[in-house]
């Protein structure tokens, strides 16, 4: 028996030895490459530390944070990152009505039906878009015609194709996406121009999208420097509208299918006895069956939403029109790389942790209580 426990022992050290050695690599480049940086970025943040010749590092104790909250600079480009995230919600719902339409079957049983709903869809297709051509509006012509030739196969094979035709962009290169919105947005033939022309009359004012500093809230009155342009559509809300885009068909959608797939049928069967509409159904059985998938996707989008905005303002508007699109994880990225004040920069980036850490505790405190009462 003595000697059956020893040979335990020595397996079970042995056994620890090699996972330790399987793990190994993977822990040494966490040390590295994640916590030796993040620990010289958090003393750095101490330091006047910078690139520029002439200049040996000193120890300021807390100035470059009394420098970022004495600035207007620091608080302009915080209301541009949470402006940006007044789209967070939209894209929320957009995601969830979008899963709740895939997640039940589209498909319809009777293959004659299926055939001649597709071939009437077909017909209109063909319709909307020799209009399209006709009027010379061929960007417009193309986008219907992708969009009939989906639902066209949609509705032959169900609702699987359009959960792939959805969630298709998810797989494109960030900055692709930002380049071909980039190009939506042009002022003088940009596919977003080209449609909205459509339907005003001649010679109306147009967006100038990216060009442009108006926003949604430029009828309040708020201070100088957050440099309202009055109300109307610019660059910001340009970025916004893209973003719902890519939010509504992406990862939020795929979570919202699989949480609606695992409500019991017979909450819905209960309801239809009941006389239950699509809308009731859908706010007292859905919406609540969900909560604990909205309060992830909530929690990642705000994460998301305040480290955001770096690849849109150095692609799409470099920070412009008069730094309205430039947030603070840009404004990290400007100070340190290119104004070369590492040490700034570090001090703003330690502030967006706490800023992050914060917001993160409130919503599992608070927002966690309303999803157990909502279940």
């Not at 010289?40 to 420098?67: C, H, I, Q």
Request: aromatic share 16%; proline share 3%; charged share 10%.
């Amino acid at each position: 028996m003595g000697k059956l426990s020893l040979w335990n022992g020595r397996r079970e050290k042995r056994n620890f030895f090699v996972a330790m050695a399987f793990l190994l690599p993977n822990f040494l480049g966490f040390l590295v490459f994640t916590t030796f940086p993040v620990a010289l970025s958090l003393y750095m943040s101490f330091t006047n530390w910078t690139l520029k010749a002439g200049r040996p590092l000193e120890w300021v104790g807390l100035r470059n944070y009394l420098d970022i909250f004495t600035s207007g600079a620091f608080w302009f480009y915080l209301y541009n990152t949470v402006y940006f995230m007044l789209a967070i919600p939209v894209g929320i719902m957009g995601s969830l009505f979008l899963a709740n339409a895939l997640a039940g079957s589209m498909r319809i049983k009777d293959s004659g039906r299926r055939w001649k709903l597709a071939a009437a869809f077909a017909i209109l297709g063909v319709f909307t878009v020799g209009f399209l051509v006709l009027m010379g509006q061929l960007d417009a012509a193309l986008l219907c015609a992708i969009a009939y030739i989906g639902g066209f196969f949609g509705i032959l094979f169900g609702s699987v194709t359009y959960r792939t035709m959805f969630y298709i962009p998810s797989f494109a290169s960030g900055v692709a996406t930002v380049i071909l919105w980039t190009a939506i947005y042009k002022s003088d033939g940009g596919l977003a121009n080209n449609i909205i022309s459509v339907f005003l009359p001649a010679g109306a004012d147009l967006p100038t999208w990216l060009s442009s500093t108006k926003n949604l809230l430029g009828f309040l009155p708020l201070p100088e420097f957050f440099a309202n342009g009055g109300f109307g559509l610019g660059a910001r809300e340009a970025i916004m509208i893209m973003g719902v885009w890519m939010q509504i068909g992406g990862n939020n959608m795929i979570l919202y299918i699989a949480a609606i797939s695992g409500i019991p049928n017979s909450l819905y069967e209960a309801a239809d006895i009941d006389g239950a509409g699509a809308l009731s159904k859908f706010w007292y059985i859905t919406v609540p069956s969900v909560a604990p998938t909205t309060f992830f996707i909530a929690i990642m989008s705000v994460i998301v939403g305040l480290q955001g905005g770096f690849m849109q303002a150095k692609i799409m508007t470099g920070g412009g029109p008069a730094e309205t699109t430039t947030t603070l994880a840009y404004n990290i990225y400007t100070t340190g790389f290119e104004e070369l004040e590492f040490g700034a920069a570090s001090a703003v980036a330690w502030v967006l942790f706490a800023i992050v850490f914060a917001c993160t505790l409130l919503n599992w405190k608070y927002g966690n209580k309303k999803v157990e009462s909502a279940i």
